[in-house]
């Protein structure tokens, strides 16, 4: 079945520096990316939507000049968090889609912490 | 707004037992709908989803989940369940819109098994 990976599944941070963390669809291309936050215990929250070769959509409170997402090729987006705080501490998690109207993919989600 | 509900945070149930999970959804036209897995520090897993046609979908790992129109619920359930059922379910809504498909997730649904 389809594949999607994400990578690293943990990073430890210092305060003021910057994190990637990239998702790649391993056996499909991947018109659209997703990425989404997650707060323990709590639910998804959808931070941006980014299709291949376009600007990403922010939703409504996710600064897009702190969560740089690029969506370069059809297999792969990458998240990069500038500027890193301890609130942005968090799990990461991105999604992918071929078609239109086709199953999300989840990666495995990045677990970020911020010192 | 469309939104997802998912009214029970924690559910305990016996292994063994049978088991439903209630999702309520709230959208203009009805959506996709979804129920995905969560083990701890992990992606998500789609356990099966509701597009059209029969209400009653079945899934992976023997849940099964019946959309009903008139409640507006998608509840999930599991005959009978097993103690690596453990985990955290999310309920999920899909509207297509003119500006593209955004999943909607509810806020999960804690699910511990007693053996």
């Known amino acids: 079945g389809a594949v999607v990976s994400q990578h690293p599944s943990r990073v430890i941070c210092k305060s003021g520096t910057s994190v990637k963390i990239e998702c790649r669809s391993l056996?499909?291309?991947?018109?659209?990316m997703f990425w989404y936050r997650q707060f323990p215990k709590q639910s998804l929250m959808l931070m941006a939507t980014?299709?291949?070769?376009?600007?990403?959509?922010?939703e409504q409170g996710v600064e897009k000049d702190k969560f740089l997402i690029n969506h370069a090729s059809l297999t792969l987006s990458t998240l990069t968090v500038t500027s890193a705080h301890p609130e942005d501490s968090s799990f990461y998690i991105c999604?992918?889609?071929?078609?239109?109207?086709?199953?999300?993919?989840f990666g495995n989600g990045t677990r970020l912490t911020v010192t | 707004a469309q939104s997802v509900t998912q009214p029970d945070i924690h559910i305990t149930v016996s292994e063994g037992a049978s088991l439903e999970l209630r999702c309520n959804y709230s959208y203009g036209a009805t959506p996709y709908l979804f129920w995905y897995v969560q083990s701890p520090g992990q992606g998500l897993q789609l356990l099966l989803k509701y597009f059209s046609g029969d209400t009653l979908v079945q899934g992976i790992k023997g849940f099964e989940a019946e959309f009903k129109r008139s409640q507006s619920s998608f509840n999930l359930r599991k005959p009978s369940v097993h103690w690596s059922d453990a985990a955290e379910y999310f309920c999920a809504g899909e509207e297509i819109t003119g500006g593209g498909n955004k999943l909607t997730f509810g806020t999960g649904t804690q699910l511990k098994v007693e053996l």
């Open positions: 980014s299709n291949e070769g376009s600007k990403a959509t922010y």
């Open positions: 056996d499909f291309q991947a018109t659209t």
């Open positions: 999604s992918a889609r071929g078609s239109y109207n086709s199953p999300l993919h």
